[in-house]
């Protein structure tokens, strides 16, 4: 059989354009060299509790179409990502706002806060030119060193002086009593797990699992008029201008005999001390109960520890610094002269996409390659 188009990776990527192109009635086949779909949203129900077995995912957006369009997938519950933070037994309410400001410094009203923080962040004149300045400068260098820094330096595997300025601009600060760590219109978890969701995409899409298209390119490539390649833009070249840097991400699951560990989805470890950079509790994704509502009496937690990415190893989060993006545009260059691939997600793009950008992309690529 010949396909119209073979898509590499079962991820959000590959199976939104998957879905996009059987609509349009081409033939598609997705594989995915892992024994799942899902790639890295892959969620696995153990004891009742939809484990998130690559880290959390937390949908969130605020693009009516990706919200529209993942809901036809899947139904949504009310999840509203409220982390913790923990640094050496104190606790303070992520992201940064009015609670977090109150438990570091006593203030009590907006404008003290507001003082506060204009007091701390006058030693960074001019732009910040790394994440530490951008740090101390959006909220001061008392919650920088507490609540940034270990962590930051944990997760990266590099000095905050070091790194990107634009990372830390992910998190709100509020000068507000408000815990929702996203800035978003729309957030939940799906129903029954990502797996589920991604299923759906996928029904009536012809999908091998556990096969490597790289090992046997020429015999895949054979079998498709296109390519749409969501894995790692690097390896795919062979590494041949050199590799790109990832961070890789390694967990430790437990499954305790109790109903609670630590009350909560996610708690950051945010000293330097501490080897794991957060826990998370996977059944508060869900309320703790199981789709019948009843609570569940057990708990799986996972520790995630971060390291620096080596051949074979999962690659989790690009490493967006100078040095990276400019071998990136590199490697760009080479894919934009081959007219048989695409590549497309967080790897095949090098960028450090949320799940709803992944899909947004993965839609607007589908309006054009299928108009
Ligand atoms: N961050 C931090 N302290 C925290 C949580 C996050 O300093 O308790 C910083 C850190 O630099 C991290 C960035 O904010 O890399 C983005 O965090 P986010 O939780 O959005 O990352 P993800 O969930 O994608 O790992």
Redesign the pocket.
Known sequence: MRYDYLVVGAGLYGAVFAHEAKKKGKNVLVIDRREHIAGNVYTEKTEGINVHKY??HIFHTNNKRVWEYVNYFAEFNRFTNS?V?NYKGELYS?PFNMYTFNKMWGVVTPEEAAAKIEEQRREIQGEPQN?EEQ?ISLVGRDIYEK???G??EK??GRE?KD?PAF??K??PVRLTFDNN?FNALYQGIPVGGYTRMVANMLEGIEVRLGVDYLENKEEYDAMADKVIYTGAIDEYYGYKLGPLEYRSVRFENELIDKPSFQGNAAV?Y?DAETPWT?IIEHKWFEFGKDEDGNDLPKTIISREYSSEWKVGDEPY?PVNDEKNGKLYQAYKELAEADDKVIFGGRLGEYK?Y?MDAVIASALEFSDNELA
């Open positions: 880290g959390a982390p933070a992520l994440l740090a609540l940034i820094k962590y930051t997760q990266w905050c790194l990372i830390i992910r998190l760590y950051n945010t957060r989060y450090y949320d």
